[in-house]
């Protein structure tokens, strides 16, 4: 990141712009996220839900499962098992663990 904005910063020495041009952001480069933060909150909402909330006879949820619900809420058209797998992965969310830490013993 700070080599980006060293290279930048280098390219941009050469023109006679004001500092505060030069160090204003660019666009982000790449795919547009997917997902709105609201979808994401949501899906992490589920995830620490009982499973049984929403008729589901499971004890805990999988990704498939919380891929399934989120669709059938109308939350998202569409999302893949992984999908839901990186995004509780980079909340760090383990909806697996959490009857674990909810009653962890004293």
């Known amino acids: 990141m700070a080599r980006r904005w060293r290279?930048?910063?280098?390219?941009?020495?050469?023109c006679s712009?004001?500092?505060?041009?030069?160090?204003?952001?660019?666009?982000?480069?790449g795919t547009p996220a997917k997902f709105?933060?609201?979808?994401?909150?949501?899906l992490l909402a589920l995830a620490c839900s009982e499973p049984e909330d929403y008729g589901r006879s499971i004890?805990?949820?999988t990704s498939r499962e919380l891929a399934e619900e989120m669709i059938e809420q109308g939350i998202v058209e569409s999302i893949s098992p992984r999908q839901v797998g990186r995004l509780l992965e980079e909340s760090q969310i383990k909806p697996h663990a959490l009857s674990l830490l909810v009653n962890?013993?004293?």
């Open 59 to 61: 004890s805990d949820w």
């Open 17 to 29: 712009m004001p500092i505060s041009e030069k160090l204003k952001h660019k666009e982000p480069s």
């Open 7 to 14: 290279n930048r910063w280098l390219e941009l020495s050469q």
């Open 36 to 42: 709105s933060m609201k979808q994401v909150v949501e």
């Open 104 to 106: 962890s013993p004293p």
